[in-house]
């Protein structure tokens, strides 16, 4: 049984994994939590992790699966070369993105004619540069809100995309790709 890899960056958001994460540990599952540094990196709500790895340690074979948590300003992780290279070796394995995280798959291309869900609104990922093409089968935060997906979450393939507000939802589909049988009810749904 591979592990996971958990990619963080500064001021990532804790809860949108926490569901996933706790299921993973209470079911025996070894999670590896990576970032471009050893250095403590803290989080949306202030706690400070201690990265296990940095992505320069990867060794690809030993995972069969990558999280990638929403943050507050996810700019500086998308615009660095080399977490995008870390994040397109997960290709092909399962991958969980919630909120604005899937902003990472489109940058490493992982994301080019599927459809997924996001944490935020077309307009101003237009603005920041992305094309229509990288956008078409986007459902942006508004359209979460307006005409929300009953199962919180889109399936494509071996990615399962999310927002923040279906960070349950999203948590129990992405141990569900792992193999890991759970009731919602397990986290009041």
């Known amino acids: 049984m591979n592990k996971i890899a958990v990619l963080i960056y500064d001021q990532f958001c804790y809860f949108e994994i926490s569901v996933a994460l706790e299921t ?11 970032a471009k540094t050893k250095d403590i990196v803290k989080c949306e709500e ?26 507050v300003d996810i700019r500086s992780a998308v615009e660095d070369h080399e977490i995008i290279e870390f994040i397109k070796k997960f290709e092909g394995k399962i991958i969980g993105a919630i909120s604005i995280a899937p902003i990472l798959l489109v940058r490493a291309g992982i994301l080019n004619g599927k459809a997924f869900m996001i944490g935020t609104d ?9 094309s229509e093409a990288d956008l078409k089968y986007m459902m942006d935060w508004n359209n979460c809100i307006t005409n929300p997906i009953e199962e919180g979450y889109i399936l494509n393939d071996n990615i399962v995309t999310s927002v923040s507000f279906e ?4 948590g129990i589909q992405f141990c569900n790709m792992l193999g890991i049988e759970m009731s919602p009810k397990s986290f009041g749904l």
């Open 46 to 71: 202030g706690l400070k992790v201690l990265p296990d790895q940095t992505i320069y340690d990867l060794n690809i074979e030993r995972y069969d699966s990558l999280l990638l948590p929403g943050a």
């Open 122 to 130: 077309k307009e101003g990922l237009l603005q920041e540069g992305y």
């Open 167 to 170: 960070f349950i939802r999203f």
């Open 24 to 34: 993973l540990v209470l079911n025996g599952r070894r999670i590896d939590v990576f």
